[in-house]
C-alpha cells in the first residue's frame, strides 16, 4: 500500500491539472473554497501570535510579567543594599550617642488652632487663635511658640480657656534672638509693624549676608534653636531686614509648640498702641 500511494498522488495531481485546463474557473473556485475552510483555522493560530507581537492576551502578559518580576527583582536587590547601608549608619549613630552621652531633647507639647480673627487690639500685628479646651491651665500656653507649615509666625502672649492671641514677628513690640547663615551669627530681629522685620544689634564688620538663612536662637530662653523664621534681605535704605518665611498675610491654621523647659517670663506691656515705628538701622 505504501509503493502505490506515491502513485496515486500523482495520478490525483495530474488529475486537477486536467480538469484545471479543461475548466478555468475549477481552480480559482478549489482556491477559494480551501480559503473558507482554512480561514478558521488561520484566525485561530494567528490569534497568539499577534497577541505576543503587541503584547497582549495571556502570552504577552506572560511576557509583561516576566519583565516586571526581573524589575522588581533589581529593585529589591538595591534596596536591601540600601536597607544594609542605614542599619550601618544606625549603629554608627547609636555607638556616637553612647560615647557622647547624648540624650535627646524631649519633644514639646503642641496643639493645633484655626485664625478666627486678627483684631489687634493691644497690638498691631497679632491673631487670635481658637484652641481645643485646656486640660490644665490655660496659661500653659503663654509663651509657646506659633509656627505655620512653613516657619516661625510669632508666640503666645495671652490665653484663655478656648482662645490664644498670638503676637506675630513683625509687630513692633516682638524681639527676637536669632541666628544667621551658617556660622550662626547672632542678631536681633525687631517688628516694625510692616511685613519684613528689621536685623539690629549684629556683628560689627560682619553685616549678615543677602539669602541667608536666619534661624531663632536660644539667648535669653524665649525660643528654642534652629526654628526656621526667613531669609535676610536688604531693602531700599540699605538695611538688613528678614523676609518671613510664615504666610503672615493669610495665616489659616496655626501649630503651637510648648517648650516646657524653655518657656519665658513675659515682660508685662503697657495697653497702649505705639504712636509710629521707630527705624532700626545696621549697627
Known sequence: MSRLSPALMLLFSLGFILIGRADQRFDSQLRSGLNDILAPAYMVFSAPIEAAEHGTGVIGHLFS????????REQNAELLQWQEVAMALQAQNDALKAQLHYTPPPAPEFTTGEVVADTGGVYDRSVLVLVPPANGSPQSLVGAVAMDGRGVAGRVVEAGARAARVLLITDINSR????IGAHGDPA???????SDPALIYWSPGHPPAEGAMVLTSSQGGAFPPGLPVGVV???AQNDPVVLPLANLDSLRLLRL???PDNLPVLTPIPHTKP???PHHGKR
Not at 510579567?65 to 522588581?72: I, R, V
Request: net charge negative; aromatic share 10%; proline share 4%.
Open 275 to 277: 504712636a509710629a515705628a
Open 233 to 235: 534681605h536688604y531693602d
Open 257 to 259: 509648640f510648648s517648650y
Open 188 to 194: 536681633i530681629m525687631a517688628g516694625r509693624n510692616s
Open 65 to 72: 510579567l516576566s519583565a516586571e518580576n526581573a524589575q522588581l
Open 176 to 179: 527676637i534672638p536669632v541666628e
